[in-house]
Each structure stands twice: as structure tokens, then as C-alpha cells.
């Protein structure tokens, strides 16, 4: 399976922009990128996923780079409810096809 | 609704004990994912399954075991062979394919005394 890396931890002001980064360098061709977040004690939610084009829902935009090495989730007006621990996780393929593993995932924290 | 059930929201449990957690979906989904999840810690995989009668291990699948005779259910049996099962559990579904995402249910918080 592709590995994922994460910062542990991001802090961001109401109201800005937050960029989560994340580095899949062992990803393969046809693994797809998703994000979750997870408010404490609750079930992660699904954010948004992408392949190799950039991709924009009502919640956020992903930017995955050319060489699909790496990839940053935008959300763009950040609240304090957006406070969470994100994921970036790749779908495995292959043998793992199907497989979905988390990592440890980066604690956004929301400041006024 | 349509959605993910996962019961009991609180659970607990003799040490010794064999315990199961159940998880229902009414998604029609093909694929269903148990996770444990330690305080602090990020999601880790203890079994998942992408068709009926069929599932694989996890990264932790010692000390627990699962079943999928219905596609709509998932029961994970945390049995005592597994030395530390206190722990939040999630249950996830997903439909088939490759382009799908999972959906999670609220977890179930397991405590062993």
C-alpha cells in the first residue's frame, strides 16, 4: 500500500485559508487520494478524493500535484468548526485492493 | 434513514470475555472496514471485506474475528485472546468500485475491566 505523511499538527486564524499537506510518494497509477477529518469521538467524514486532476466540492478543494507525489487539501474560509484531525489516505490496489488505511493524520486546530 | 448503525454506543466487559460489536448498513454497500482507534492515536485496520463470505486482514487481526454471511452486516467478536481491547471501535461501508467513498458509523467505545 501507498504510505501517506501528514504533519502532526496545523494551526490557522478564523476565516483564512487552511492548506493540509500530505506526501504519497510510493502511490501508484491508478490509487486515488481521499481526505476524512475526525471530530472528537466521532466517525471520520468524508471530505473529498481525486486521481490526478484538481478537485473542488462544497466543502473543499484538493490539489494533487503533477507527479501525484503529493497533495494539499484547501479549505478555503476555515471556521472554528472545521477544528479536527484530517487524513489523507490512499486507496490500495493491487492485492490490497479495496484496503483503506488511515495514518496518524494532522490536528487542525481553529483560532479566533 | 439510510445510513450506518453501530451498537452499543458504550460497552463493557469482564476481562475473559468473548464480545461482540455489531454493525448493520442499508446502503447496499459491497464493502465493509472495522477500525480500532486508541486515544490520541489515528485509525488502525482490523479486518475488511469487499464481497459476502468473503474478507481479509487488517494490520491488527490478532485477538479478533469477523463474519459476512449479509451484505448489510459486519459483526467484529473481540475474543479474549486480544490483550488490550479497550479501545474505540468504527465501522465503515463502502459501495463497490474504485472511485467510492467509505461512510463511517459513530463508533463503538468498548471498555474490558
Known amino acids: 500500500d501507498a504510505k501517506t505523511t501528514q504533519p502532526p499538527s496545523m494551526d490557522c486564524a478564523e476565516g483564512r485559508a487552511a492548506n493540509l499537506p500530505c506526501n504519497h510518494s510510493?502511490?501508484?497509477?491508478?490509487?486515488?487520494v481521499y481526505w476524512y477529518r475526525q471530530i472528537h469521538s466521532q466517525g471520520p467524514q468524508y471530505i473529498i478524493h481525486?486521481?490526478?486532476n484538481n478537485e473542488t466540492n462544497e466543502m473543499a478543494s484538493l490539489i494533487i500535484t503533477e507527479d501525484r507525489k503529493s497533495s494539499t487539501l484547501i479549505l478555503p474560509h476555515a471556521t472554528l468548526r472545521d477544528t479536527a484531525v484530517y487524513y489523507c489516505i490512499v486507496r490500495g490496489g493491487g492485492t490490497s485492493y479495496g484496503k483503506l488505511t488511515f495514518g496518524q493524520g494532522t490536528i487542525l486546530t481553529v483560532h479566533p | 434513514d439510510g445510513g450506518i448503525t453501530q451498537s452499543p454506543k458504550y460497552l463493557f466487559r469482564k476481562e475473559g470475555q468473548n464480545v461482540t460489536l455489531s454493525c448493520e448498513q442499508n446502503l447496499n454497500h459491497d464493502a465493509m472496514y472495522w477500525y480500532r482507534q486508541d486515544p490520541g492515536q489515528g485509525l488502525r485496520l482490523i479486518y475488511y471485506s469487499q464481497i459476502v463470505n468473503d474478507f481479509q486482514k487488517g494490520d491488527i487481526a490478532e485477538g479478533y474475528s469477523v463474519s459476512r454471511e449479509k451484505k448489510e452486516s459486519f459483526p467484529l467478536t473481540v475474543t479474549s485472546a486480544q490483550k488490550n481491547p479497550t479501545a474505540f471501535y468504527l465501522c465503515?461501508?463502502?459501495?463497490?468500485?474504485?472511485?467510492?467513498?467509505?461512510?463511517f458509523g459513530q463508533g463503538t467505545r468498548l471498555t474490558v475491566v
Open positions: 465503515a461501508s463502502r459501495p463497490g468500485g474504485t472511485n467510492t467513498e467509505a461512510f
Open positions: 510510493t502511490i501508484s497509477g491508478n490509487e486515488y
Open positions: 481525486g486521481l490526478k
